[in-house]
Nanobody
Framework: VQLQASGGGLVQAGGSLRLSCAASGSAFTIDNMGWYRQAPEKQRELVASITSSGSAQYEDSVKGRFTISLDNTKNTVYLQMNSLKHEDTAVYYC?????????????????WGQGTQVTVSS
């Protein structure tokens, strides 16, 4: 399984960006997908996550500005980021918890995509 992230870039404060992350590979079902970010000299933090049924959660500082969505038909998670602030500058990482069959059990595996840089100029 691979996660391919895209959509980062440079934007002015107040602007918008949309990140995408597609999961591909052999048979799996999505349990949960999300986005983390890591700013220089800071720990990686959860930005937003969403379950396969559509239940979403957000880090407090992005509530009302970011929206996470999941297209189960495309195995793709999106992060719409509006009203961007300088402090949103970070490398953003896609994360997925996927269920895969390991007969006779189903097992949960965690995958990470490559980071995508988001830079917000003030």
């Amino acid at each position: 399984v691979q996660l391919q992230a895209s959509g980062g870039g440079l934007v002015q404060a107040g602007g918008s960006l949309r990140l995408s992350c597609a999961a591909s590979g052999s048979a799996f079902t999505i349990d949960n997908m999300g986005w983390y970010r890591q700013a220089p000299e800071k720990q990686r933090e959860l930005v937003a996550s969403i379950t396969s049924s559509g239940s979403a959660q957000y880090e407090d500082s992005v509530k009302g500005r970011f929206t996470i969505s999941l297209d189960n038909t495309k195995n793709t998670v999106y992060l719409q980021m509006n009203s961007l602030k300088h402090e949103d500058t970070a490398v953003y990482y896609c994360n997925a918890d996927l269920v895969r069959s390991d007969w006779p059990f189903d097992k949960l595996y965690t995958y990470w995509g490559q980071g995508t840089q988001v830079t917000v100029s003030s």
